[in-house]
C-alpha cells in the first residue's frame, strides 16, 4: 500500500470534491480523503501509478499540480 498526497488545479466547490472522489475510487484506491485543492490518498501502486492518476483527475476535469509520496 501506498500514500499519496496529491496537490489539484481546478477544483472549486464540494461537487469538485465529489468528482474527484469517484475518479479515484474509480481508479481502484483504498482510501481518499479529498478537500478542495488536495487530496491524500492510499492504492495499491502494484494496480495504479500516477498517470493513472494524473490521466482519471483530468478525465473529471481537473488537472494534477504536484504530488509527495507520505
Same mark, same amino acid.
Given at each position: $500500500?501506498? *500514500?499519496?498526497?496529491?496537490?489539484? +488545479?481546478? $477544483?472549486?466547490?464540494?461537487?469538485? &470534491?465529489?468528482? &474527484?472522489? *469517484?475518479?479515484?475510487?474509480?481508479?481502484? &484506491?483504498?482510501?481518499? /480523503? &479529498?478537500?478542495?485543492?488536495?487530496?491524500?490518498?492510499?492504492? /495499491?501502486?502494484n494496480k495504479i501509478d500516477i498517470e493513472k492518476i494524473a490521466k482519471?483527475? +483530468?478525465?473529471?476535469?481537473?488537472?494534477?499540480? *504536484?504530488?509527495?509520496?507520505?
Open positions: $500500500m501506498r *500514500n499519496l498526497k496529491i496537490y489539484i +488545479e481546478g $477544483m472549486t466547490c464540494q461537487h469538485c &470534491v465529489k468528482r &474527484v472522489l *469517484n475518479a479515484l475510487y474509480s481508479l481502484g &484506491v483504498e482510501n481518499a /480523503d &479529498v478537500e478542495i485543492g488536495e487530496a491524500d490518498i492510499s492504492f /495499491d501502486e482519471a483527475l +483530468e478525465d473529471a476535469g481537473y488537472k494534477l499540480k *504536484n504530488w509527495q509520496y507520505q
